[in-house]
Structure formats: C-alpha cells, structure tokens
C-alpha cells in the first residue's frame, strides 16, 4: 500500500470514499477543504489509463478550477462541434453549444489526488477495499492489505462494477445477469489528421465509437459494442473492429491506425446499463456506482463530479448534527433524481437506437432536416454550469 498522505487507520474518519475515479477525488478535495477527515481507496496506483471519453463538459470547467485544477494552463483542446455517422457513413455535422475540453485520466487523476492529499485528505493507492459493514453508526471498511479503517460515513465511487456490489447484495446484479453486457475499448491515437473542436461519434451494428482530441496531438478512441459482437469473433478484439468497426466507411479509417500502431487497447467487460440505486446499506453512491452512465448521455466524468458537488454540503450538514443519517440518504437521492435522472434516461433511449443501422440512418436524415431537434438532444445530454 502506498499514501500520499500517512494517517493512522485508528482514526474515525468523517468520510471513507471507496474508488479514486474523478467522482471520489473531486468529492475529497471538496471534503478536505471544508476541513474534514476523508480516506479515499484506489485500487491501482496512479497515473493509470481507464476506459473513458476523456471529455469534460464545459459546465464542469469553473468547478474544477475552484478546486485548484489550472485548467486554463493545461493548453487543453476545446471542441466547439459534433460529427454523427450511421453503421452506412450517414453523417451529420451540428456545432456543439456547451461544449468541453479534452484531457487525458492519466494526467488528471492524479492531479486531482495531489490536490486532496494537499489539503489533508489520506489517499490510499494500490488498495482494494474487501468489504464494508455497518453498525452502531459506524463503518468498519477491511482492505486488502489486512488493514480496516472506521468512518461515520462512506461514499462508492467505484465505477461500473466491483467486488463490492456483490458484498452490499445490490439488487440491479441479478437483473444485470439476465439482459444485455457490452465490451467497451480504449485507445489513444496518434493521427496525421483529427478534424480541429471536434467530437465524432460513429455508430456500427450494435455499438458505437466516440473520437476527440487531446493534449499533445493525440485522439481518444474508445467504443462500446454488444458482447454478443466480441463472441462472435473469437473473443479478439481486433477480429471484431476489422468484421464490425470497419463496416462505417467514416470511423475505418480510425480503427486501421489503431490496428497499425502500437496502441494498446484498455478493455474492460460485462457492461450493463440497469438502473441502480444511490444508497444501498447506507453507503452512498455517486458516479456509475449510482447509475451506470451510457456515453450517450453527455459525459460520465461530468456526472460524477455533479454528484460529488451535491453530496458535499449534504454530507456536511450530517456530520454536524444537523440533520439525520435518513435525511442525508433521502435528500441526496432526492437531488441526485432531480438532476441527473433525466439525463440518464435520455442517454439510455439514444444508446437503444445507436448500433441500429436502419433506425441511426433514418434518424440522422430527420435530424439534418430539424437541426433545432439536434440542439434540443444535446440539451438533454449536458447540464449547467454550477
């Protein structure tokens, strides 16, 4: 185990937060600032690549310049337009109103958790949370270094799936078996050519591929695609982009420099898109813990982070007595729906129709007809600035 910060496990934290994505840092800083004792577990060590768009939308911008991000010296690519394509290479280009900046997980994380360690916040790396339990108002949090740590409250920032879903018996696993999984890929690409501000999304039979620039010239590749896709060749991930990926005539020629290059791909497996819950056993989701977040929906990364800046104060009013732990689960669930349920949704019903030839072709000849009807759903896939 490695800490940026050496606090004793004997201490009673005020907030363990288990997953040290951007959702748990951002929430850590903000804790740490206010002057609260917060541990946070990741179970790599940074800086490490994560399967992710590496787009932050604009409304996250100021936030993350509060919390001492300089965002504004990072000489960060902004994209100011949308390509979308259908599996046939039916394309639509729209500008992209809100907007949003490109960096990569491997540069920000751990940005973000020098930052928490510098206010005081304990960052445990390279350390697995094996289980939380909870009783007499206290969480005994067991690691896998043999160490356990006590909090008053915990917070699950651990992404899509982990170990302890199944511990915490959360109800969407036994839907999650039963419908359908997905694959989801990552490269960074050095291209000769990237079009300059802008996100293109590809779609391909049952999936489909987001590109947009980042520092250095480079251009995050990352897809998502039906399982079934990945079985049916073999289980090879370069099988399925050459016999899938490659039908857009629009994205083969993105998929051919991965294949070409030296770019290893992030995967990970057994995606699921149910509904899940934002406090189960009293520890409090935020992030795809809470809800796993289709692409499609805007920004995963923004949504964590919109999360992390609702549960702050909240949280706050809790451990200063000033309202109950049954409050803080209710209105945070409460505020958590108001604000991104909606969103969620959307994105869900647009990742129904994408990876449909037929149904993506037609719909993007609708929409470069009715370009108020293309703002309106990228309107539903983005938030405000706070």
Known sequence: MSSL??????????????????????????????????????????????????????ENYDFLCRLGVPLAEMNLPVMTRFTLSSPSGVALHHRLDIGGVGITRYELDPLLARLAARHGASIHEGTKVTDVTFADEQFILTT??????????????????????????????????????????????????????????????????GLSPLPGGLTNCSY?????????????????????LMQNPLLRPYIEAAQRGDFTPVVISQITFRERSTVDQHVLMLGDAAGTIAPLCGNGMSMG????????????????GRISRAALEEQYTQQWR???????????LIHQVFGQPQLTSAGIQVLRRLPFLTDFILKQTHGQAY
């Open 144 to 209: 896998s270094t043999g160490s356990t740590f006590r909090a008053r409250t915990v917070c699950g920032a651990w992404g899509k799936h982990a170990n302890l879903d199944g511990k915490l018996k959360r109800p969407f696993l036994a839907e999650s078996r039963q419908g359908r999984q997905f694959v989801a890929v990552k490269y960074h690409l050095q291209l000769d050519y990237f079009p300059a501000a802008t996100v293109e999304m590809h779609n391909f039979r049952d999936g489909y591929c």
């Open 224 to 244: 998502i695609s039906d399982l079934r896709n990945l079985r049916a060749h073999g289980n090879s991930v370069a099988e399925m982009e050459r016999q899938v």
């Open 5 to 58: 910060t050496d606090k004793t496990a004997a201490e009673v934290y005020d907030c363990a937060i288990v997953g040290g994505g951007v959702a748990g840092l951002t929430l850590a800083i903000q804790l740490a600032q206010s002057g609260r004792r917060v541990v946070l577990f990741e179970k790599e060590t940074y800086p490490f690549h994560r399967v992710c768009g590496e787009y932050i939308s604009m």
């Open 338 to 348: 108001q604000l991104l349920r909606l969103r969620i949704t959307a994105g869900r």
């Open 305 to 320: 982070m919109n999360a992390g800046f609702l549960l702050h104060p909240l949280l706050l009013d809790f451990l200063a």
